[in-house]
T-cell receptor, first 110, second 116 residues
Framework: RKEVEQDPGPFNVPEGATVAFNCTYS??????FFWYRQDCRKEPKLLMS???SGNEDGRFTAQLNRASQYISLLIRDSKLSDSATYLC???????????FGSGTKLNVKP | GAVVSQHPSRVICKSGTSVKIECRSL??????MFWYRQFPKQSLMLMAT?????????EQGVEKDKFLINHASLTLSTLTVTSAHPEDSSFYIC????????????FGSGTRLTVV
């Protein structure tokens, strides 16, 4: 079983739509969770950390469900510029080692 | 925020030659840096953890004699792909964490290696 699993998509949504991605992780001892955004042929960039209490940054909301071992990312009022691949990142037992999901591709259409 | 500079961004080399990729933390010191590889439509896979002043730690399946890592200073780690083959063609990315910040890891801009 993979450490981190994501639906690869693509999610094709119209501008203004709300879209949500989930990411499941296998190690119940994982402590740190992040969502990264990766544009085609570019490096990943941190979108937001995921806290136990959940966190919101503008149109983006991240949630953690420890009981079911998944994290989620909600994007409201989608913009064309949100089109990218969203990577879920979870740390391993060794705090310095992180595992990446394979990414979920989002296409926002006009 | 923290900035990680990676060079070169693209390199094309002939089979059998070696290629060196540099990763620098520009405004912070990084005792640990990480090297990832990403094949098309796949996720980033951790190759090795680079430790300043000591040997790198390689992930299972990664040949340490083929992928040489040197982390001689607190701001520079290098990855050398030795005797490159076409199957080594990939996107190589380094990352580091500024311990003074709590913003996850910062990635270099990546190096697209093509071996012909």
């Amino acid at each position: 079983r993979k450490e981190v699993e994501q639906d690869p998509g693509p999610f094709n949504v119209p501008e203004g739509a709300t879209v949500a991605f989930n990411c499941t992780y296998s190690n119940s001892a994982s402590q740190s969770f992040f969502w990264y955004r990766q544009d085609c042929r570019k490096e990943p960039k941190l979108l937001m950390s995921v806290y136990s209490s959940g966190n919101e940054d503008g149109r983006f909301t991240a949630q953690l469900n420890r009981a079911s071992q998944y994290i989620s990312l909600l994007i409201r009022d989608s913009k064309l510029s949100d089109s990218a691949t969203y990577l879920c990142v979870v740390n391993a037992n060794n705090f310095n080692k992180f595992y990446f999901g394979s990414g979920t591709k989002l296409n926002v259409k006009p | 925020g923290a900035v990680v500079s990676q060079h070169p961004s693209r390199v094309i080399c002939k089979s059998g030659t070696s290629v060196k990729i540099e990763c620098r933390s520009l405004d912070f010191q990084a005792t640990t840096m990480f090297w990832y590889r990403q094949f098309p439509k796949q996720s980033l896979m951790l190759m090795a953890t680079s430790n300043e002043g000591s040997k790198a730690t390689y992930e299972q399946g990664v040949e340490k004699d083929k992928f040489l890592i040197n982390h001689a200073s607190l701001t520079l780690s290098t990855l050398t792909v030795t005797s490159a083959h076409p199957e080594d063609s990939s996107f190589y990315i380094c990352s580091a964490r500024d311990l003074g910040e709590n913003y996850g890891y910062t990635f270099g801009s990546g190096t697209r290696l093509t071996v012909v």
